[in-house]
């Protein structure tokens, strides 16, 4: 354990924002996973409002810094060719 009291805060920090990260982590998931549960039950229009919320999800986790850009990207562009595919 730290003794010094910079130190001690700093653990405290790094505790807090994982817990934050990992809610948002887990936030992300969901919705990911709400889009690709409305494409294999082949509902379109729920498919599609899903995405919309799950791109906003998955965006704002990005401003945020949970993701990097690139990824960010990468998860949008799967979600959004998983639902364009479907017809």
């Known amino acids: 354990m730290a003794n010094i009291k910079s130190a ?4 405290s920090v790094s505790r807090v924002r994982a817990e934050k990260n990992k809610a948002v982590r887990s936030g992300v998931k969901t919705a990911m996973k709400k889009v690709f549960t409305a ?3 082949g509902d379109k ?3 599609s409002a899903e995405l919309v919320s799950a791109i906003k999800v998955i965006e704002m986790a990005g401003s945020k810094g ?3 850009k690139n990824n960010v990207a990468r998860k949008v ?3 959004s060719k ?4 479907m017809a």
């Open 8 to 11: 001690k805060k700093r653990i």
């Open 39 to 41: 494409v294999e039950s």
């Open 45 to 47: 229009a729920a498919a």
């Open 66 to 68: 949970v993701y990097h």
């Open 77 to 79: 562009s799967r979600i």
């Open 82 to 85: 998983a639902v364009n595919e």
